[in-house]
């Protein structure tokens, strides 16, 4: 497949993908990474969980989430009932921004197009976004704070919004918003089986969006 194809829609695959983001100079982060993390999880991962960016233990590895907060990760999602190889786990940005800082603009305009085949691809049923970055994708200008732990309709795909689980470490308060969301996935993902989920939402910017879901 040569660079010059923009589509791949009718033979592209993860894998696909993976080899692609591997070997990606799209942008800047490709010239002070050590290995690109493409994701990771089974082709028919009913939850894809999409955070910001790698870190160091990611970088050395070409895995996402295997340090502090991807420990932290395997325990909230052990809390759910959940195993980590039964979802999907990627970044807004597939490479590692240098000290960790926050991925820029453009570096996150660079990734899109790999972050949709893989969302294409996986058709979820539920998307848990962990993180401002990744929540932006779905909810821009939105408040983490306030959209946290709340299902939505997203153009027909159902959108949890989160706290990254780094932020988890280094606030006790953040943590505990995390258990306490975390919990709400069996159960969004028990409603998105059986289509009962919340209508595509339509309400101004300042008002609070109406709990269509009880999940508690």
Request: aromatic fraction near 6%; proline fraction near 10%; charge should be neutral.
């Amino acid at each position: 497949m040569t660079a010059q194809e923009p589509q791949h829609a009718h033979n592209d695959s993860l894998e696909s993908v993976a080899t692609e983001v591997r070997g990606c100079v799209r942008c800047a982060l490709s010239q002070t990474r050590t290995q690109a993390v493409p994701g990771e999880g089974p082709a028919d991962a009913e939850i894809l969980f999409i955070g910001e960016g790698p870190g160091l233990n990611e970088d050395r590895t070409g895995r996402p989430f295997v340090g502090a907060a991807g420990q932290f990760l395997d325990e909230l999602l052990a809390q759910a009932g959940l195993q980590r190889s039964a979802v999907f786990i990627t970044n807004v940005v597939k490479c590692r921004p240098p000290e960790n800082r926050d991925p820029e603009p453009g570096e996150i305009a660079a990734c899109a197009g790999y972050l949709d085949r893989q969302i294409a691809l996986l058709q979820p049923k539920l998307i848990v976004t962990l993180g401002r970055f990744s929540m932006a994708k779905y909810f821009p200008g939105e408040s983490i704070s306030r959209i946290h732990g709340k299902l939505r309709n997203v153009g027909g795909q159902l959108v949890l919004p989160m706290f990254h689980p780094a932020a988890g470490l280094r606030r006790p308060e953040t943590r505990t918003a995390l258990m306490q969301d975390f919990k709400q996935i069996p159960l969004a993902l028990a409603a998105a089986r059986k289509q009962q989920v919340p209508p595509p939402e339509k309400q101004p910017e300042d008002e609070p969006p109406p709990q269509q879901m009880t999940l508690f």
